[in-house]
């Protein structure tokens, strides 16, 4: 119960500042317009689907690959699919597939690296050999032994991405926790008997966090695009169900790149937007969260 | 290399009303708030103060050495008889020629990826328009002045090989190697320890000696500044606050602060006495200051502190900017005339 | 070696003792540049022994490189001790790892020089010492009067609890520090250099609440220094380190009026005097800079201070010092004076006085005002 004290005072602080950090954010133009656009994609994206009044798999017979028009505002493909409407589920998946997948390995990087850099030794030796075997073989290649094991579909994605994608920010997270490690309020936390799990959480963790953001927030658009090329190699999510990489993928006939733009310019304009956005957003926060930083005044 | 004679040596460095403000989230700090000062020919000049006090920035803003946001301006600085305030890039012309400088930290001044003798030879050819070979003739003659041993070998070193005391006697080197009159050490022995500080300052001495070059010695510590510097500033939130002779100053503090600063410093007595510490803190420069800034913290604070400026007054011997000082006779600094028997006072 | 005293046990009483140090040594392998082999051994410290009795302050005083903060760090168990031992309270924890060193830690606890990197630049006043008062296993109305308490005893208001460190003042993240330290009421704070890094004025504020607490709380200080004159002013007994050994140790008094060891002699001869009417020359009594080729190489029998030495000269090279070590400085019964590291410590206390006129007059180096009101 005493910790349970300490994580409210924690929780009490982190919510004080979750504004201020907004404001922050808020406070860089260009990371304003990328959150704002960011946000807006999220709220079409996830609200979009329960609104649309087609499905992305309604084929109009009469509209095969039409450029666009009051009926169709993007246009629709070679089966007469609805390109806005594919392109709001596309997006709703990559950012499941980016989000998701980022998560599980900011996760694991993070454990593994702040548990091999804070004990060193042994269990140093190992998961620092383990990241290197890994890191020496091409993601995409393993990606691809990976499929062949499972069906492929947005979880398969999510967890090739997800489980390969750690030894990255395993060795930074072990590269940060070895310095911060020396740093004199590590050494005072140790000296004041504090348990090493505590030491982790509360004094490592808190000063990882702006490195990790800034990891993260590239991995989401790495990965995104990780997902647009599994789709584009066959890999990925399987056609019908709508990726940006699926529909991109369309662009491979050279009859649609030339003719129809409409099919596949929204789709790759919204990913590159996507992933931009993803990164100034990051690093804006990253700066929000420096403790210096009175709220961005700085 | 002619030596004054009996006739007052001539003025080296003369600066008045320097005012120097950096620009700050918070809004302009006003660092150096109108110092003027002057400096003779092989004098030793301490200015002595806390961080923040605007010590070093006086110093920096001399050769112009201060970050771009900061804006100086002057009624008057001259170096060796230089007008820097007459043209924009005057400066260039007296650094390394007529100025050489000395910083705090010795490991990060030196470039790694150079040899020693190359760093020197370097000022020479630049300035002095020496030849590659004159000019390591020239740095080799200068290692062995600032007492570097085995320093033919050490000319083709790198600076991780010397211990910090000899790096800066190669930054020492550097900064006289053009033999200017003027010499700024700004908390040049902070980061060595005692022996070799000590041996430092023997060699500042000698080079007062043999060169006659002035020494702006910049410090935190009033009992380096009092043993070897021959007049002393204090500063106190970007102002002189009392200004003399070395033996005046220290031995007959009279403004509050420098009395203050005097009663912290430990000392070495046979009686170890408890430091009086001062209460409180410095004041926020990028507040303007009204009156006395030393007023909060200070024990003998008046009304008038808090509304009148302050200008400093006195003789050249003695002079300070307080209204309510102590008086002028006690000796409340140093007790130590009487306790050197032998020594002249 | 020393085989003996390492496994003696304690014969001391135990009630006087609160930290006790045999033999220590902490050698780091210097490896190869280019196999990573490991081609010898630095000896950061080696073979230092010293005790501290309860309230009472030992200063650990040496240059860069003497390994006095090894030994600090060392003692607090921060650092992998070569040999040696350390016994805290009578008890012997060189060996305690986990959970039995952590309940040892609360009697032992460190204040560091650099005020800001000692604290976590993301947790408030009130979350570090929360912490570890929490650690102790207080309830949670205790920790609230405790933290009180001790930011009361720091001489900071509450409201400083919910600062964050850039927002508070070299000197404030001092008082931080020391609270923190003192949250676990321990019987030993190793403080190194606590005041190093701040302002004269702010410095004597720290050393005298440091002075207060001690004579509050009967804490024992290690003090570990670089500047002689801050030590002066609070310890009751120094030692002096040079390149990792104990070279002279004793009453505070005794040893700054009559070092024994010209180590210790030159170190206070080059403290600044603040006085301008000293001779100044008189002052460098270290022969040659401290440059690698300054100490002889391990192979040596003899002194390896000879080189150094002022009074090696004077005292007309004496066989002795070529051919054997001296014998290691220990820290001396009350009443009694230092011990020097040294053959001639009689000798060069004698010259010192003599050839060193700055030792004769310690007090020419008060800048100190009187009392003016």
């Not at chain 1, 691809?144 to 489980?163: Q, Y």
């Not at chain 2, 003025?11 to 006003?30: A, K, N």
């Not at chain 3, 090279?317 to 820290?331: K, T, W, Y």
Request: hydrophobic letters at 40%; aromatic letters at 4%.
């Amino acid at each position: 119960m005493t910790q349970a004290e300490t994580t409210s005072t924690d929780a009490k602080m982190r919510s004080r500042h979750g504004w201020d950090v907004l404001r922050a954010v808020a406070s860089n133009r260009l990371a304003l317009c990328a959150l704002v656009f960011t946000a807006a994609l999220l709220v079409l994206a996830f609200i979009g689907p329960l609104v649309l009044p087609t499905s992305p798999y309604h084929t109009d017979l009469n509209n095969l690959d039409s450029p666009p028009s009051w009926s169709h505002l993007f246009g629709t493909d070679r089966s007469g699919r609805d390109v806005f409407t594919r392109v709001v589920y596309a997006t709703r998946t990559s950012l499941t597939v980016g989000f998701t997948s980022v998560a599980i390995y900011i996760v694991i990087g993070t454990v593994l690296g702040t548990v091999a850099g804070y004990f060193g030794g042994i269990v140093d030796a190992v998961v620092s050999r383990t990241v290197d075997a890994l890191l020496s073989i091409p993601l995409l290649l393993l990606a691809t032994v990976f499929v062949a094991f499972l069906r492929p579909g947005v979880v398969t994605v999510i967890l090739v991405i997800g489980l390969l994608g750690w030894p990255a920010t395993t060795r930074l997270a072990r590269a940060e926790t070895l310095s911060l490690r020396e740093s004199d309020f590590i050494v005072a936390a140790r000296v004041t008997g504090l348990t090493p799990t505590r030491i982790m959480r509360t004094h490592v963790l808190p000063n990882l966090v702006a490195t990790l953001i800034v990891v993260a927030s590239l991995g989401v658009g790495i990965a995104m695009l990780l997902e647009a090329a599994l789709g584009f190699l066959g890999l990925g999510i399987k056609p019908p169900t709508p990726s940006l990489g699926v529909m991109i993928t369309e662009a491979k006939n050279s009859l649609v790149l030339r003719n129809s733009p409409w099919i596949w310019m929204p789709p790759s304009a919204v990913l590159a937007l996507l992933v931009m956005a993803v990164n100034v957003v990051g690093d804006a926060l990253r700066d929000a969260l420096a403790p210096t930083s009175d709220g961005g005044a700085l | 290399m002619s030596h004054p004679t009996t006739t007052e040596p001539p003025l080296v460095l003369e600066i008045s009303d320097l005012d120097v403000r950096f620009r700050s989230p918070r809004g302009p700090v006003h660092a150096v708030r109108g110092v003027s000062l002057h400096m003779l020919r092989g004098e030793v000049l301490g200015i002595v103060g806390e961080s923040g006090c605007g010590k070093s920035t006086t110093a920096l803003a001399i050769p112009h050495l201060l970050p771009t946001s900061a804006t100086v301006s002057a009624r008057r600085l001259s170096v060796d008889g230089v007008d820097l305030t007459a043209k924009a890039d005057a400066y260039l012309s007296i650094r390394g020629t007529k100025l050489g400088m000395v910083f705090q930290d010795p490991s990060s001044s030196l470039n790694p990826t150079m040899t020693i003798g190359r760093q020197i030879s370097e000022t020479l050819v630049l300035h002095q328009r020496l030849g590659r070979r004159a000019a390591m003739d020239r740095a080799r003659e200068l290692l062995g002045q600032v007492g570097i041993r085995n320093y033919e070998r050490r000319l083709t070193e790198y600076p991780h090989r010397l211990s910090g005391g000899e790096r800066q006697r190669v930054m020492i080197a550097i900064a006289i190697a053009c033999s200017p009159p003027v010499l700024i050490a700004d908390e040049a022995t902070t980061a060595l320890d005692v022996t070799v500080q000590a041996e430092i300052l023997d060699l500042l001495r000698t080079l007062r000696a043999e060169f006659g070059t002035a020494v702006m010695f910049v410090s935190h510590d009033l009992g380096l500044v009092g043993d070897f510097a021959d007049r002393v500033a204090v500063m106190y939130a970007g102002r002189i606050v009392e200004t003399g002779t070395v033996r005046e100053v220290l031995r007959y503090p009279r403004h509050p602060y420098t009395v203050g600063l005097l009663g912290c410093a430990p000392r070495l007595g046979s009686v170890a006495r408890e430091p009086k510490p001062i209460e409180g803190m410095p004041p926020d420069l990028s507040v303007p200051v009204v009156g006395c800034a030393f007023r909060q913290r200070c024990p003998r604070a008046v009304d008038r502190c808090a509304v009148d400026d302050l200008v400093l007054v006195g003789s050249p011997k003695h002079s300070l900017a307080c209204w309510n000082p102590h008086p002028a006779t006690s000796p409340t600094g140093l007790d130590g005339a009487e306790a050197v028997p032998g020594v002249r006072s | 070696m020393n085989g003996e005293e390492v496994h003696d046990g304690p014969t001391h009483e135990e009630t006087a003792e609160v930290l006790r140090v045999d033999d220590l040594r902490v050698w780091f392998p210097v490896l190869s540049s280019t196999l990573r082999r490991r081609v010898g051994w630095k000896k950061a410290v080696d073979g230092v022994s010293l005790s501290i009795g309860r309230g009472e302050t030992l200063a650990l005083v040496g240059e860069s490189g003497s390994g006095k903060s090894t030994t600090g760090r060392s003692i607090v168990r921060v650092q992998k001790v070569t040999s040696g031992r350390i016994s805290l309270l009578g008890e012997d924890i060189t060996d305690l790892r986990g959970r039995a060193l952590r309940e040892r830690r609360r009697h032992l606890q460190m204040i560091f020089q650099d005020p800001t990197g000692s604290l976590n630049p993301r947790r408030s006043v009130a979350q570090v010492l929360d912490e570890s008062l929490h650690a102790q296993g207080l309830s949670d109305t205790t920790v609230l009067k405790r933290r009180q308490q001790l930011l009361e005893q720091v001489g900071l208001a509450e409201y400083y609890g919910s600062k964050l460190p850039h927002q508070l003042s070299g000197g404030q993240r001092q008082r931080v520090g020391v609270a923190r330290a003192l949250s676990t009421e321990p019987s030993l704070v190793v403080c190194d250099e606590p005041v190093s890094s701040l302002d004269v004025s702010i410095q004597a504020q720290i050393l005298t609440m440091l002075a207060r607490l001690q004579a509050d709380l009967g804490v024992a200080y290690l003090f570990i220094s670089h500047d002689l004159t801050v030590v002066r002013t609070l310890a009751s007994s120094v030692a002096v380190l040079y390149s990792g050994r104990l070279v002279e140790i004793g009453p505070v008094e005794s040893l700054f009026t009559r070092p024994r060891h010209p180590y210790t002699a030159a170190l206070i001869a080059a403290v600044p005097r603040g006085n301008p009417d000293l001779p100044a020359s008189e002052r460098i009594y270290l022969r040659a800079d401290s440059s690698p080729e300054g100490s002889p190489d391990g192979q040596d029998q003899g002194c390896s201070f000879r080189c150094r030495c002022w009074a090696y000269e004077l005292l007309g090279r004496p066989e002795v010092c070529r051919q054997v070590g001296p014998p290691p400085a220990l820290q001396p019964a009350p009443g009694e004076q230092p011990s020097a590291s040294c053959h001639f410590p009689d000798e060069v206390a004698d010259l010192a006085a003599t050839e060193l006129p700055l030792l004769q007059h310690p007090s020419t180096s008060n800048l100190h005002p009187e009392e003016v009101e």
